[in-house]
């Protein structure tokens, strides 16, 4: 019966791979009519005995019907139909299930989210037609402290939005785009100082403020994780991504420290100083943490901003960026927060006062798969 069928189902479908059957003809149908009229009296009946279901039916009356009516029986395979259930069962889901209106839900959530990722798609090929996909300086350059910038990958998408000084000290350039110089944007002092906490970083530099420095958007290094293994990652300190600042935070070692302490700070800036890399970081203090917590329990640390408590500004740190160890994610201490004013309020940003700063607390997110 099986082998049967299978033969049977063969001649109905004809299809092979993805290519569509040609149109049966009446010959044709006339001999499937033979076969399945065969099959059901033959096989089917007397097995399984009288059985009053439509496809049945339709095999031992109305094949040739069909085969009139619609030149070949497509319809017989629904493996296309049904293939298409698994790319709409996402959109489904986000349905109300409602029987008069699910259909028309699940057209508009599948329809709509094709439609914007076809234009997504559509921007990013604009968007690589005019900007280089991969840097042209970044190729063989995966070093601990080499710098990673491109003209025009770095304008369009990682340039500061401040004004910068050209080459000589003059005004910006006549598109109003950064000048860039060796691949870094030349900021003077008085500038680099206006992003939050660095209003020390001319002291640490030791320059005055009309002086040039140059300042890179990111740097790629080779972090070093548990057990010894490496992983590349990029370090952003941009005043303005995407309208936004980005600031990484880091575990470094302080220069002359032969202790291997990590330290914990936010990378504020990178400078390029005669031909090496130096990252200007933004210290954040390890401090006890609190009984029971689960997060304790499980070995991360919990940091604070090291603003002195005489009011005096950020501890500022300048250092190689092949001093900086990894990446890692820090996170609000919402417990912390919850506990000293209340449920409504979201962390402040980076941007707010010291005072308010210093009493906030974080977390080192060990959990964070940087793999």
Known sequence: ???????????????????????????????LDGKATRFVNEFV???????????????????????????????????????????????YIRTNRGFDSFTGQNVRHAQGTREILATHERQERERAACVDP????????????GGYDSDKEMDCI???????????????TRTGAP?????????????????????????VL????????????????????????VLPQLLRASFSFRNSPWYDTVAFEAPDDGSGTWR???????????????????????????????????RCQRLRWAVPEDGSDWKLWK?????????????????????????????PPITAPAAVLRGMRYFVNQFYPWG
């Not at 250092?319 to 962390?347: C, K, N, Q, Y």
């Open 206 to 229: 030791g320059k005055r403020n009309a002086e040039l420095v140059s300042v890179l958007s990111c740097t790629r290094i080779l972090a070093r994780l548990g057990g010894g293994a």
């Open 158 to 172: 990682l340039a500061d939005s401040w004004p910068a000084s050209s080459e000589h000290g003059g005004a910006s």
């Open 45 to 91: 009946t007397p097995l399984l005995g009288v059985l009053n279901t439509t496809k049945i039916h339709r095999l031992l009356r109305h094949m040739m019907d069909a085969v009139r009516c619609h030149g070949n029986l497509s319809n017989g395979n629904t493996a296309s139909n049904e293939a298409q259930h698994k790319a709409d069962k996402p959109f």
């Open 134 to 145: 991969v840097p042209s300086n970044a190729v063989g350059r995966l070093t601990v402290d």
């Open 319 to 347: 250092v190689p960026v092949g001093s900086i160890l990894r990446m890692v994610h820090v996170v609000p201490d919402f417990g912390h927060l919850l506990r000293t004013v209340g449920r409504e309020v979201v962390a």
């Open 179 to 203: 000048a860039l110089v060796g691949h870094a944007t030349r900021y003077t002092v008085g500038q680099l100082s206006g992003r939050p906490g660095l209003s020390r970083v001319g002291a």
């Open 1 to 31: 019966m099986f082998s049967e069928y299978a033969l049977l189902y063969a001649m109905l479908c004809r299809q092979v791979g993805s290519v569509a059957a040609p149109p049966l003809t009446l010959e044709e149908a006339e001999v």
């Open 264 to 298: 914990y700070g936010e990378l504020r800036a990178l400078i390029r100083v005669g031909g090496a890399h130096y990252a200007i970081l933004c210290e954040m203090q390890v401090v006890a943490g609190v009984a029971r917590c689960p997060l304790v329990l499980r």
